[in-house]
């Protein structure tokens, strides 16, 4: 494995979690409270933010793909991975600014790893390698029984509407990947209410800007 990258200028933060955990709302809480402290953020999110990314996006989540080789997935979210780390992640943290990605690669180390039941340790050298083993300077984890996360969707895409043992398996991928590095990471009870949440992120983060 490379050595670990954090970035010298700017702040890179990561959301991960199963589905439906709030990701999303959170990290455009965060970007607000932010920009209204003066910082530049940029928010963005894996699979498909990059013209490539996009395409990759429909590849791995539209239920039409059907099944795929556990290692052809890993291999589309990694070039994912490598396009927007590249091209997005790294620029923004060169100019100085906050980027808060919604997923990164502990997805892909909590679903294509411990979901699909692949060897971690494989799956962690591959997505290592896509993105210059650049990781943010902290996760949050939303943390939430997979049924409750599920039960947010009318429709599941191709990720989605995988077992519930493979959320299962999911969801305590996030935990142990928090539960080894402790110090990069905050996990929260996703069932709290959304304010609380966020004032409890923003607490962790005040103690990381420059
Ligand atoms: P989302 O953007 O709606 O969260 O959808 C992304 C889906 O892709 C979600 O089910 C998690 C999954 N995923 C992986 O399996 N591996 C990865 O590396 C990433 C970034 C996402």
């Given at each position: 494995m490379g050595r670990r990258v954090y970035s010298d200028s700017g702040l890179f933060v990561c959301f991960e979690g199963g589905e439906g955990t709030g990701k999303s709302t959170q990290s455009r809480l965060l970007k607000t409270w932010l920009e209204d402290a003066g910082h530049t953020v940029l928010l963005t999110f894996e699979p498909g933010d990059t013209e490539v990314g996009q395409a990759l996006r429909q590849i791995v989540l539209d239920?039409?793909?059907?099944?795929?080789s556990h290692r052809t997935e890993v291999l589309l979210y990694a070039a994912d991975k490598a396009e927007h780390v590249d091209t997005v992640v790294l620029p923004a943290l060169a100019r100085g600014e906050v980027v808060i990605t919604d997923r990164y690669v502990d997805s892909s180390l909590a679903y294509q790893g411990a979901g699909r039941d692949l060897v971690v340790a494989e799956v962690e050298h591959v997505q290592r390698w896509a993105t210059g083993d650049l990781r943010p300077h902290l996760t949050v984890v939303l943390d939430l029984e997979p049924q409750t996360g599920l039960g947010r969707f009318e429709e599941r895409d191709r990720i989605e509407g995988q077992s519930l043992e493979f959320h299962q398996r999911v969801r305590q991928g996030f935990l142990d990947l928090a539960a080894a590095d402790p110090d990069h990471y905050l996990v929260l009870d996703?069932?709290?209410?959304v304010e609380e949440i966020a004032e409890a992120i923003r607490e962790q983060i005040k103690g990381l800007l420059p």
């Open positions: 239920p039409a793909t059907g099944d795929l996703a069932r709290g209410a």
